[in-house]
């Protein structure tokens, strides 16, 4: 790639140029990134990864073959507003822009676009995010698989429909703090049984890591596997069966629905204010 901008310098976007970078995907000095007015973020970009920073936006827009856009949903419209002078219908806009729909993206950019969406998650800071993609009519073969290698720097990545991005949104999204509950709760049991806290939190993390590999590398089912660990009148069975007395696993399953549900909602309400300001513009 001749050049990449990068909108918004927060830490999705640092992520996402360490993970290029570091992976050969694009070079350092290809990158230009911006953001509404912190130069101390700007500064510490350019030191640690050499990329060029700037807040001209003829400087990080001119020639880019691709745009991330990564700053805050709500100051999307304003970013917009910036950015249209330097858009064309050749660019490529990548948006990880939580709850805004391609279409609204379209709307702002004057423009009919190739937009690909993006959700992954914060685990993308140690390159391990599970991100869905989904992409409009107007992006290509080349355009689509260009965006998954930036986001497979940082993990895995996959294509869904954009209406399956509240689902994703809720799913793996918000699925890290899931994860993170769970770590409370084995930690406050952990004190509660005696064990010191740094004891506890290295067994935590490496039951975590070992169930998450099994899952990986094991053709079997999530729920085979819990059986294969489950001895009838063993502790594992007692475990699970205080699991399900409580209705643990219906609680998860609304818990990643409500998620999805508010994903929608966040949406909507995004949707209307940037075609508020949009149209007040």
Same mark, same amino acid.
């Given at each position: 790639? @001749? @050049?990449?901008?990068?909108?918004?310098?927060?830490?999705? +976007? %640092? *992520?996402?140029?360490?993970?290029?970078?570091? /992976?050969?995907?694009?070079?350092? %000095?290809?990158?230009?990134?911006?953001?509404?007015?912190?130069?101390?973020?700007?500064?510490?970009?350019?030191?640690?990864?050499?990329?060029?920073?700037?807040?001209?936006?003829? $400087?990080?827009?001119?020639?880019?073959?691709?745009?991330?856009?990564?700053?805050?949903?709500?100051?999307?419209?304003?970013?917009? $507003?910036?950015?249209?002078?330097?858009? /064309?219908?050749?660019?490529?806009?990548?948006?990880?822009?939580?709850?805004?729909?391609?279409?609204?993206? %379209?709307?702002?950019?004057?423009?009919?676009?190739?937009?690909?969406?993006?959700?992954?998650?914060?685990? +993308?800071?140690?390159?391990?995010? +599970?991100?869905?993609?989904?992409? /409009?009519?107007?992006?290509? #073969?080349?355009?689509?698989?260009?965006? &998954?290698?930036?986001?497979?720097?940082?993990?895995?990545?996959?294509?869904?429909?954009?209406?399956?991005?509240?689902?994703?949104?809720?799913?793996?999204?918000?699925?890290?703090?899931?994860?993170?509950?769970?770590?409370? *709760?084995?930690?406050?049991?952990?004190?509660?049984?005696?064990?010191? #806290?740094?004891?506890? @939190?290295?067994?935590?993390?490496?039951?975590?890591?070992?169930?998450?590999?099994?899952?990986?590398? =094991?053709? @079997?089912?999530?729920?085979?596997?819990?059986?294969?660990?489950? =001895?009838?009148?063993?502790?594992? $069975?007692?475990?699970?069966?205080?699991?399900?007395?409580?209705?643990? #696993? %219906?609680?998860?399953?609304?818990?990643?629905?409500?998620?999805?549900?508010?994903?929608?909602?966040?949406?909507? *309400?995004?949707?209307?204010?940037? &075609? #508020?300001?949009?149209?007040?513009?």
């Amino acid at each position: 790639m @001749k @050049k990449l901008a990068v909108i918004g310098a927060g830490s999705m +976007a %640092e *992520a996402l140029i360490a993970g290029m970078i570091e /992976n050969g995907l694009v070079k350092a %000095e290809r990158i230009y990134v911006t953001n509404k007015s912190n130069e101390e973020r700007l500064e510490r970009m350019a030191g640690t990864y050499g990329v060029h920073a700037t807040h001209s936006m003829v $400087e990080v827009m001119s020639g880019a073959e691709a745009v991330i856009l990564a700053m805050k949903p709500k100051d999307a419209a304003e970013a917009m $507003e910036r950015l249209v002078p330097y858009l /064309n219908e050749s660019m490529l806009i990548i948006s990880v822009l939580a709850g805004v729909p391609m279409e609204s993206i %379209e709307r702002l950019s004057r423009l009919k676009p190739a937009i690909i969406r993006a959700m992954p998650n914060t685990s +993308a800071a140690v390159c391990k995010s +599970a991100t869905a993609l989904a992409a /409009n009519l107007k992006a290509t #073969q080349e355009q689509a698989a260009l965006a &998954r290698e930036i986001f497979e720097t940082v993990g895995t990545a996959v294509f869904v429909e954009e209406e399956q991005l509240d689902a994703v949104t809720g799913l793996s999204g918000s699925g890290p703090a899931y994860i993170y509950y769970l770590a409370e *709760a084995m930690e406050k049991s952990a004190a509660e049984a005696g064990l010191d #806290q740094p004891v506890a @939190k290295e067994l935590i993390i490496q039951t975590l890591a070992g169930a998450a590999a099994m899952l990986a590398r =094991s053709d @079997k089912e999530p729920e085979e596997l819990r059986r294969n660990v489950t =001895s009838p009148g063993g502790t594992t $069975e007692a475990g699970i069966r205080v699991l399900d007395s409580h209705g643990v #696993q %219906e609680a998860f399953m609304l818990c990643i629905k409500e998620a999805a549900l508010q994903s929608g909602r966040l949406g909507k *309400a995004i949707t209307e204010e940037l &075609r #508020q300001k949009n149209s007040q513009s």
